[in-house]
């Protein structure tokens, strides 16, 4: 799986959008971009994922660039319990691929 | 949504005992399922990777007679810490791959392991 780079940590103001970038430059052409969060002392829970076009949930948009080589997680009305650890992960979907976490971004929202 | 249930969320025992964590896929089946340990402060790393009706694959690394793996149904996969010592004390995380194609990993709530 490609590797993706995230800065260590962000703050954000409660209320505004967070907007959460991830490095993937070495993504290959059928691999997926995930997102997970996993706030403290909690299993990982599954935001959003796309392949090259942009996506939208209850949760979160994914914005993907158009070379694929980057991506972004907005999440547009950050509340308190938004504060995790944000991971970003690339895999090909379908079969039993596993997921390699990286050390993601910690995101504080700030009251 | 998808829900893993994982049993049970924490566990004290004394050196010399084994630990059984239960993971089980509440509401779809899961042909594959991964075990994970965590460390404080530190990211997940992938144990093994389980499949229902085969035996797990582990990682580098990883001893499989001290971590026992069982997935005899496509709900439930048992993770069995052989004989835990106080290094075994860490933060045990499973998850569950629907069978259907393009489907996330859906994780459970973890087992928080200390041994005395």
């Known amino acids: 799986d490609a590797k993706t780079t995230q800065p260590t940590s962000m703050d954000c103001a409660e209320g505004r959008a967070a907007n959460l970038p991830c490095n993937h430059s070495?993504?290959?052409?059928?691999?997926?971009v995930y997102w997970y969060r996993q706030i403290h002392s909690q299993g990982p829970q599954y935001i959003i994922h796309g392949l090259k076009n942009n996506e939208t949930n209850e949760m979160a948009s994914l914005i993907i660039t158009e070379d694929r080589k980057s991506s972004t997680l907005i999440l547009p009305h950050a509340t308190l319990r938004d504060t995790a650890v944000y991971y970003c992960?690339?895999?090909?979907?379908?079969?039993?691929?596993?997921?390699?976490f990286g050390t993601g971004t910690r995101l504080t929202i700030i009251p | 949504g998808a829900v893993v249930s994982q049993h049970p969320s924490r566990v004290i025992c004394k050196s010399g005992t084994s630990v059984k964590i239960e993971c089980r896929s509440l509401?779809?089946?899961?042909?594959?399922m991964f075990w994970y340990r965590q460390f404080p402060k530190k990211s997940l790393m992938l144990m093994a990777t389980s499949n229902e009706g085969s035996k797990a694959t582990y990682e580098q690394g990883v001893e499989k007679d001290k971590f026992l793996i069982n997935h005899a149904s496509l709900t439930l996969s048992t993770l069995t810490v052989t004989s835990a010592h106080p290094e075994d004390s860490s933060f045990y995380i499973c998850?569950?791959?629907?069978?259907?194609?393009?489907?996330?990993?859906?994780f459970g709530d973890g087992t928080r392991l200390s041994i005395l």
């Open positions: 509401d779809f089946q899961a042909t594959t």
């Open positions: 992960i690339v895999r090909v979907a379908g079969g039993n691929e596993k997921l390699t």
């Open positions: 998850s569950a791959l629907e069978q259907a194609f393009n489907q996330p990993q859906h």
């Open positions: 070495t993504i290959s052409g059928n691999e997926y």
